[in-house]
């Protein structure tokens, strides 16, 4: 594939001049972004927390109990149940009982 290689020749040489370009214009951009950054006022980072208990000690206390062989989830409320609770409406998906 000719094209393939020439573009890829071509790309290779114009990474090579932008990239001396763009470091030359980016360079004395930087003193003023950083300049800009230390305008924030580091008392407003309370407004970030949110008010309220600290639950990051708090544990899950609900067990999660995988799908045995025998259960199926139901294709509309997705409910874990047990296979006597299918009730397929013909098509491939599983359906319970309370959704036909
Ligand atoms: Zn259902």
Redesign the pocket.
């Given at each position: 594939m000719p094209t393939a290689s020439d573009y890829d020749a071509r790309r290779a040489s114009d990474a090579g001049t932008a990239d001396g370009s763009v470091l030359r214009e980016l360079t004395p951009a930087l003193p003023k972004l950083s300049t800009a950054i230390v305008d924030d006022d580091p008392n407003e980072a309370a407004f970030f927390e949110l008010p309220g208990a600290d639950l990051s000690g708090e544990e899950l206390s609900v067990t999660v109990i995988p799908q045995r062989a025998d259960e199926f989830t139901?294709?509309?409320?997705?409910?874990v149940?047990h296979r006597s609770?299918l009730r397929s409406s013909g098509g491939e998906l599983p359906?319970?009982?309370?959704?036909?």
């Open positions: 139901c294709s509309r409320c997705f409910l149940q609770r359906v319970c009982a309370d959704c036909v």
